[in-house]
């Protein structure tokens, strides 16, 4: 079974940071450098410069607490508990940053540690579009049919031929989310990892 992943980003668990960089001018036109070189067909995308990272981030909201996901601007933090877990089903794939300072808006250090996540595995043609029911348009960019990002009740199809032995993975053709294995999936559930929330796909064929 396959898992569609949505993480930090859902509003009512979104805290905002203000994110300070190595550099910050061309932290953008890095990080389009970079969706650039995703396209294709199973192609990763590059790791990234550390200057590409924030470096330190301080909450706009007050906070109690921190999940195990943080939205930092054009990345996904996770914490070392949820690093650890990705590492031990796919060591040494995904690229994570240097530890990012993480404070709480009156200037509290986090309690937990988070690097920013950049998931290096994208596989193209792993949804069967013409079978999902999410909302389907067409990109210019990559000149396909492409599913919406949409959670009411969308039923997503899942060719699972493609992707024998992935445990975390990037479908170009469903921007945004993460796709996981169920292995992954229950190891999150025991750990008891908070704010990230999966939906169900539906296995198939072409």
Not at 28 to 47: A, C, V
Not at 86 to 102: A, C, K, R, T
Not at 147 to 156: G, I, Q
Not at 164 to 184: E, K, M, N, T
Request: aromatic share 12%; proline share 5%; hydrophobic share 35%.
């Amino acid at each position: 079974m396959v898992w569609m992943v949505r993480a930090g980003t859902a509003a009512q668990y979104m805290t905002y940071f203000e994110c300070e960089y190595f550099t910050s001018p061309e932290i953008d036109s890095l990080h389009e450098t970079s969706l650039m070189r995703s396209q294709g067909t199973n192609l990763r995308w590059g790791p990234l410069p550390p200057e590409a990272f924030p470096k330190r981030v301080t909450s706009k909201t007050p906070k109690k607490s921190f999940p195990d996901t943080l939205q930092l601007r054009n990345f996904i933090g996770v914490s070392d508990r949820l690093r650890e877990i990705i590492e031990e089903f796919e060591p040494g794939v995904h690229q994570f940053s240097d530890p990012v300072e993480v404070r709480y808006k009156d200037g509290r250090a986090s309690e937990m540690f988070y690097r920013a996540f950049n998931p290096l595995v994208h596989i193209n043609d792993t949804l069967i579009i013409e079978q999902s029911t999410a909302h389907k348009y067409c990109n210019e960019e990559k000149r396909r049919t492409v599913l919406e990002m949409d959670f009411r009740d969308s039923v997503l199809v899942v060719d699972q031929t493609l992707i024998s032995g992935r445990h975390l993975w990037v479908a170009p053709d469903y921007y945004s989310a993460w796709f996981i294995s169920d292995a992954l999936k229950k190891r999150l559930d025991k750990q008891k990892i908070k704010k990230l929330d999966c939906f169900r796909t539906v296995a198939g064929r072409r």
